[in-house]
């Protein structure tokens, strides 16, 4: 029985092509699926597919209703519901809901995009290429390549764009072809003590309480086309948008996940693993747990400061913690032991082949690549990480290419607290100078440390003698003052460190990357060829995918069963006044008390191989309906970017149902509902009143 659970549960591995989903169909519907690999995906008719969005850089979302109403995660529409708040309407601490679609507020510069078609264009891409060619020839074949290609595709006024991307390191490349949407409106989201009920403390965990959604529209010419933001756009009509599902999950119950998981590295070396798990993440940790500590201490003190600093602590906090989650199941795994054990039987299989050496070589580049990449990395979570560099480099852009400062010094100012950057300037280049490997620490940092004798003293000058700490003289910088700011110290801070970059790191980190990329294209085909009976998925890149499995709970330690399925019971649990994370909205307590909702269900576990971009992904039922929204995993299985552990790695989401209960009971949003289709027929209303 054992053994059959993890074969099963192997099963779950993995993040597949939609195009190519008629060779897991099959498997799908042994473990309960009812759809074709048409209703999935399809270029001929109306599919699953045209009902799911990238929305942003990095999050997903999907369609509800056929007037463009989008469902996506709260830290998804996070940075956009804070762009609309301020003191007096702080809609990130009260939700927003407008009453009606003329209430709904436009999003300049947040777009979605909608996949049309896939397709494989491995051997267009390679015409031309000749195996004698160098990797840099190579490159240039496919960008010649890609680029007439897409231009052919491309048309921008119509919103059509494509893009090609390869896979398998670039042993296959896809084209995919989008409709890209920029007038997208939100129109609810609630209250963060829902949305991010449990904050950072339960991020990446279980059991989860939060009630992480965001609801948004999109818009288009009354003919349908994309168009930027415009009075007279109207609500889209998608080709696809979901059936919402009232009948609940239950363990067991089949489930798939339809995104776009941004990053995954199923496929590297162990001398890889274990960089990631034993050196930088736990660098990385310690650096942010130095910034994370100071922008509490101001938060907790300052109800101005924890709106400017919300969406920058919530993203500095999440990669701290997911790092942790990852390093740790990388060890408990025995992750890097394990690839090491195939990597022996691979180069035993590989004698006599093309693939006879590959492994020491990829291993020697991983160890030559390895300190100037670790610099790298603390160049990125301490210098560039220093908040009035960073702006002081943005102004500068934009002062050379003629364009205003306003906006950005404007938008910068609002969200900025120089205590909390000045402390935190003391804190992370310390720590760089402690931290740095040896040999490689640049003399833009020891020159300075002998100059003012400590960080604290080169501190006090930057922050005094910079004008980038003053709004106003910011505001008066034009074209004229271009050539005396290089010697502004905080550009000259800048400077300085991004030359370090230039001179000392770039040049390893390029050649070893470009030696890794022809490396890791010939390792992964000799993988393929290693187990050729085994499906491969490719890493993920953001493009579509869809991963699927089962309701599940999980053992996070020895002798606790996780249930996969919370409640409203457990917000209450959890429920505290006086701690900010776990402080619900005295509405929630008041329904709460009157009775007979201790069973409506909040969030649910399930097997779908997840990664981060999946944020919003639609969880949908063996019938095609929406049954959640995915939004993280848990803690334990956070290193399924690496290695994905069928007995620890579970996505998380929220509950439909949840969602219904608070736009309709907190949100008093009720005329969202109306246009949303529910099976059964009628139930959505009836469900969210009665549970
Ligand atoms: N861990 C989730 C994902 O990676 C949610 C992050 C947002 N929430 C937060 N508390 N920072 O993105
Ligand atoms: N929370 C992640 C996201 O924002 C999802 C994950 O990493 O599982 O995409």
Redesign the pocket.
């Known amino acids: 029985m054992l053994l059959f659970g993890a074969v099963a549960a192997r099963a779950d591995e993995g993040m597949w092509l939609p195009a190519l989903i008629s060779q897991r169909i099959d498997a799908m519907g042994q473990m309960g699926c009812r759809l074709s690999a048409e209703d999935i995906y399809s270029i001929n008719q109306a599919s699953l597919k045209d009902a799911v969005v990238l929305f942003g850089g990095g999050c997903t979302g999907e369609l509800v209703s056929d007037r463009g109403l989008l469902l996506t995660n709260h ?1 998804c529409g996070y940075s956009y519901i804070q762009r609309h708040s301020s003191v007096e309407h702080d809609y990130l601490k009260d939700g927003f809901w407008a009453g009606s679609p003329e209430e709904e507020l436009p999003n300049p510069g947040l777009t979605v995009r909608f996949l049309d078609r896939m397709e494989d264009v491995t051997a267009l891409m390679l015409r031309g290429y000749e195996p004698s060619m160098s990797e840099e020839q190579r490159d240039s074949v496919v960008e010649a390549n890609s680029a007439s290609l897409i231009r052919s595709i491309e048309n921008p006024a119509e919103g059509i764009r494509a893009s090609v991307e390869a896979l398998y390191y670039a042993n296959q490349y896809y084209l995919f072809v989008y409709r890209v949407f920029s007038d997208v409106r939100l129109v609810g989201a609630p209250p963060s003590s829902i949305g ?1 009920f449990g ?2 403390t339960d ?2 965990m279980w059991p989860r309480h939060t009630g992480d959604f965001s609801v948004f529209r999109i818009y288009a010419t009354p003919d349908g086309k994309p168009a930027a933001y415009s009075p007279s756009n109207v609500p889209y009509r998608p080709r696809k948008h979901f059936r919402i599902s009232t009948a609940g999950v239950r363990e067991g119950d089949f489930t798939f996940v339809y995104g776009c998981p941004g990053s995954t590295r199923e496929y590297v070396h162990s001398e890889e693993v274990r960089y990631i798990g034993e050196v930088s993440d736990p660098q990385k940790i310690a650096l942010r747990t130095l910034r994370l500590d100071i922008q509490k201490k101001y938060m907790s003190q300052s109800q101005a400061v924890r709106i400017q600093y919300s969406a920058k602590n ?1 993203s500095v ?2 990669a701290w913690k ?1 790092w942790q989650g990852e390093s740790k199941g990388i060890a408990r795994l025995g992750a890097v032991a394990a690839k090491q054990e195939y990597e022996r039987r691979f180069e035993k299989w590989a004698e006599g082949t093309s693939y006879e050496g590959l492994l020491p070589r990829i291993k020697e580049i991983h160890q030559r690549r390895e300190p100037s990449y670790l610099a790298y990395e603390y160049l990125n979570e301490t210098v560039r990480s220093i908040e009035i560099l960073r702006f002081a480099s943005e102004v500068r852009n934009a002062l050379e290419r003629g364009r205003s400062t306003e906006g950005i010094t404007a938008q910068f100012f609002k969200d900025y607290c120089q205590s909390i950057d000045e402390e935190t300037f003391v804190a992370i280049m310390e720590a760089f100078g402690k931290g740095v490997p040896a040999g490689l620490l640049p003399r833009c940092y020891t020159d300075k440390l002998a100059r003012f004798g400590s960080v604290e003293a080169w501190k006090k000058y930057v922050f005094k003698k910079s004008v980038f700490t003053n709004p106003a003289k910011v505001k008066a910088l034009g074209e004229k003052d271009l050539k005396r700011l290089g010697k502004d110290p905080a550009l000259e801070m800048w400077d300085a460190f991004q030359a370090w970059f230039e001179q000392d790191l770039r040049p390893v980190i390029a050649q070893t990357g470009k030696e890794l990329k022809s490396a890791m294209r010939e390792y992964m085909r000799g993988q393929m060829e290693f187990e050729p009976s085994k499906a491969f998925y490719p890493d993920a890149n953001l493009t579509l995918r869809v991963a699927y499995g089962k309701v599940s709970g999980y053992r996070p330690v020895d002798a606790v069963w996780y249930n996969p399925v919370s409640t409203l019971k457990g917000i209450i649990e959890k429920d505290n006044p006086d701690i900010f994370d776990y402080n619900i909205p005295q509405v929630l307590r008041d329904i709460y008390e009157a009775g007979g909702v201790e069973d409506q269900s909040v969030c649910f576990l399930a097997t779908n191989h997840t990664s ?1 971009g999946n ?1 919003g992904s639609p969880v949908i039922n063996a019938d095609g309906d929406l049954i959640g929204i995915n ?2 995993r848990v803690w334990e299985g956070t290193m399924s970017d690496l290695v994905f552990d069928p007995d620890y790695c579970r996505n998380i989401s929220i509950d439909i149902r949840y969602l219904l209960f608070i736009i309709e009971r907190i949100g008093g949003a009720g005329w969202l509902l109306e246009e949303m289709d529910f099976v059964p027929a009628g139930s959505g209303t009836v469900l969210a009143a009665n549970q």
Request: hydrophobic share 30%; glycine share 14%.
């Open positions: 830290h991010k904050g950072d991020n990446w919530a906090a999440n997911k981060g944020s939004f993280d």
